[in-house]
Every structure is written in structure tokens, then in C-alpha cells.
């Protein structure tokens, strides 16, 4: 019984030395990409880790950029482009962690527009300018030769569902979707103009960012985050149900299917089980920003939390 006792105190005294940190997490989109965080709350992984996380959605990564840089969140799941984009503008924002490598989702228009030509003098919604599906969409009109403003007009019209909501309602003609949103679009009779993901285009579509200054006075925290966010991972990629379960709270769809192909995009076929940062993925995006050569792809990569814990061979027991 004392041996009982004394094993609990020392128990105790273990979880409690570390203390609990609140950590705020915007991001900026509802789709696939977002399952490490969804399944991180939703299966108290964060918890496990000593972090209080409070996820809070923001549509645009522009709006969850200026939350980052304000400090009213320490963490933020947006694209590469925004981040980039502030970091230019003196912002010194790092990608820390990244889970997809390539554009994923869909332009979606109604069943007149055909193909990409059927697009000239139209209005193509994205959510947010500047932000991940309107360089998913310039990477498409550069593709097929089409110009914005002279070709087509661009509009921005804030989260997935309300671009979904405005493609259905005719205020744009088409726009560019993300999963689930595009397979939610083909149940409401849209059509699969192009397929981005098809296009295989290098991109860093679900990065982990913060601003250096949180980086360099909270590193433990980090740590802390990036093993319960890994682990998330794993799950993700292991446990389809408790995936597919976070999915459906989330995205409120209930469509079996939708959910069984969102898994197979983002819990299969898109997702790094170590979630790196690649710089040659980053080059890509400064390409398109057209600062390329000018800078560093890796002044706006911190892969050290990453590559701290592989070095202690954490992803390969994580994995055994």
C-alpha cells in the first residue's frame, strides 16, 4: 500500500512539474489539411503534452497572418504565401512544421464552363487574395495562358463555405476549392474544371508558422507542440475512424464517402509523416512572388524543432 502511495506522489509530482501553457492556434481554412490539429485536440494529445490549446478558425490567411503578427494567437495554420508575403514586409514570420507538399483541391464552376478557355471574360472566387487558393489559381490561368483582370476578374469572397455558398449562388463563376468543399461541390451538381493536385505542383500547403520572436523565448513549448502535433500525425495516419470522426465534427459533413475520400487525400496520400519544411517547396512559392534569388528559401524555414526531435530518434520510435 506505502509502495502504491509513494509510486502516485511520484506520479503526480512528474505530470505537475510541467506546467500547463495556454497556447492560442488560428487557422485558416476548413479542409483535409487541418486533421493533425483537429485529432490533437479531439484526442487530448495536446493535453498529454502539458499545452491548454484553444484552435480558433479564421477564414483567410491574410486575417490569420495579422492575428500572428498582433500576438493574439502564438501559432498559425495558413499558407506559405502569407507568411512569406509579411516576412518580406519586416513581419520575420518561420514556417516551423508542414504536413503536404503539393496544391491540393479543384477549380469548381458550374456544368457551362467546360474547360479552362470557357473561363475568359468570367468571375473566379478564391477566399482569401494572396492566400493559398489564389496561388493555387494563378498557378492555373499561367498554366492555360489566362490573365486576371484582363481575362478573367478575381474575387475574394472569405471562407471555403461562403466561396462554395457564392459558385452555387451565381455571384462568381467559378472558384477554387479545397477538400471537402470541391467533393461537396461535385453532390451540388458543380463541375471539375481542373484538377490542381493533377498539376503536381511542389507547394508547402499546411504549414505550421510563427513569429521568430515567440521561437527564440519559447522553445520548450515548441518542443512540446511538435511531439504532441507529430503524434497527431501518426494517428492520423494510423487510426482512420478517429480521423474520419474529427473530420465530420469539423466540416459538418455527414456524406460517408466525402469523409472516406478526404481521408485518402489527407490521411494517406498527401500526409509527411515527418512534417518538415521543405526548402525546395519554399523556393517555389518565391518564385511565384517573384523574389527568387533575392532571398533565402530558408530565412523563412525553422526546421530545427523538427530535426531535434528526429535526431533523438523520437520519429522512428513514433513509427517502429
Not at 489539411?33 to 499545452?51: C, D, M, S, Y
Not at 504565401?81 to 477549380?107: D, E, R
Not at 469572397?157 to 452555387?168: H, K, N, R
Not at 464517402?257 to 525546395?280: D, N, S
Request: aromatic residues 6%.
Amino acid at each position: 500500500m506505502l509502495l502504491r502511495l509513494l509510486i502516485g506522489a511520484c506520479f503526480f509530482l512528474i505530470v505537475t512539474s510541467v506546467r500547463a501553457e495556454d497556447l492560442r492556434i488560428a487557422y485558416s481554412a476548413i479542409n483535409g489539411a487541418q486533421a493533425p490539429l483537429w485529432v490533437a485536440v479531439e484526442e487530448n494529445i495536446f493535453k498529454r503534452h502539458g499545452l491548454n490549446v484553444e484552435l480558433i478558425y479564421i477564414g483567410g490567411g491574410s486575417v490569420v497572418t495579422n492575428a500572428l503578427i498582433s500576438r493574439d494567437v502564438q501559432l498559425a495554420r495558413l499558407g506559405p504565401n502569407s507568411v512569406i508575403q509579411a516576412s518580406l514586409k519586416g513581419a520575420n514570420l518561420k514556417m516551423i512544421a508542414n504536413t503536404v507538399n503539393t496544391l491540393v483541391g479543384s477549380l469548381m464552376a458550374k456544368p457551362a464552363i467546360q474547360s479552362p478557355n470557357d473561363l475568359v471574360g468570367k468571375k473566379i472566387g478564391v477566399t482569401r487574395l494572396s492566400g493559398n487558393t489564389d496561388y493555387a489559381l494563378e498557378f492555373i490561368l499561367r498554366k492555360y495562358g489566362l490573365q486576371r483582370g484582363k481575362d478573367v476578374a478575381v474575387l475574394q469572397t472569405g471562407g471555403l463555405p461562403q466561396l462554395l455558398g457564392a459558385i452555387v449562388a451565381g455571384s462568381v463563376d467559378a472558384g477554387l476549392l479545397t477538400p471537402p468543399s470541391n467533393l461537396q461541390a461535385v453532390k451540388l451538381g458543380l463541375r471539375e474544371v481542373v484538377d490542381v493536385s493533377s498539376l503536381g505542383m511542389p507547394y508547402p500547403n499546411s504549414v505550421v508558422a510563427a513569429t521568430a520572436g515567440y521561437i527564440a523565448g519559447n522553445r520548450n513549448v515548441l518542443l512540446r507542440f511538435v511531439r504532441a502535433y507529430s503524434e497527431a500525425i501518426a494517428r492520423v495516419a494510423k487510426d482512420r475512424p478517429t480521423t474520419i470522426k474529427a473530420f465530420a465534427k469539423y466540416t459538418k459533413e455527414k456524406d460517408q464517402a466525402i469523409l472516406g475520400e478526404l481521408y485518402q487525400i489527407y490521411g494517406v496520400k498527401q500526409l509527411e509523416k515527418i512534417p518538415y519544411v521543405r526548402t525546395e517547396a519554399v523556393e517555389e512559392v518565391l518564385r511565384t512572388e517573384g523574389v527568387k534569388g533575392k532571398v533565402e528559401p530558408s530565412s523563412f524555414v525553422d526546421n530545427t524543432l523538427i530535426a531535434e526531435l528526429e535526431n533523438e530518434g523520437f520519429y522512428r520510435k513514433l513509427y517502429q
